[in-house]
Nanobody, 129 residues
Framework: VQLQAFGGGLVQAGGSLRLSCAAS????????MGWFRQAPGKEREFVAA????????RYAEHAKGRFTISRDNTLSMGYLEMNSLNPEDTGVFYC???????????????????????WGQGTLVTVSS
């Protein structure tokens, strides 16, 4: 599975961006697709996840109400719509595929980066104040 995230860029605070993730190989055979971000000098953190089959979505607290994750199974694409961006959202955003056994496993572990494989190169999002 190969992943490529794109759509990042420079945006002013309060603005919006839509990130896309192109997945090749057997990405849709994994359980879920996720987005993580890494701010300068900080560890990578969970942003959002969605299951390929049912479209079950999960969000980090900082993303709730502002970000929307979606996927297109036919195109093997994932998306992250980000609104009301603020400078704290600045960082490299990575898409990844999650390996979970079932919905229960996903619900308990969707925030755990160790449960995700096949990381893409990331796309930089810079939010200016």
């Amino acid at each position: 599975v190969q992943l490529q995230a794109f759509g990042g860029g420079l945006v002013q605070a309060g603005g919006s961006l839509r990130l896309s993730c192109a997945a090749s190989g057997r990405a849709a055979s994994t359980y879920a697709m996720g987005w993580f971000r890494q701010a300068p000098g900080k560890e990578r953190e969970f942003v959002a996840a969605v299951t390929w089959r049912s479209g079950s979505r999960r969000y980090a607290e900082h993303a709730k109400g502002r970000f929307t994750i979606s996927r297109d199974n036919t195109l093997s694409m994932g998306y992250l719509e980000m609104n009301s961006l603020n400078p704290e959202d600045t960082g490299v955003f990575y898409c990844t595929t999650g390996l979970f056994d079932n919905d229960f496993d996903y619900t308990r572990n969707y925030m755990n980066a160790a449960r995700y494989a096949h990381w893409g190169q990331g796309t930089l999002v810079t939010v200016s104040s």
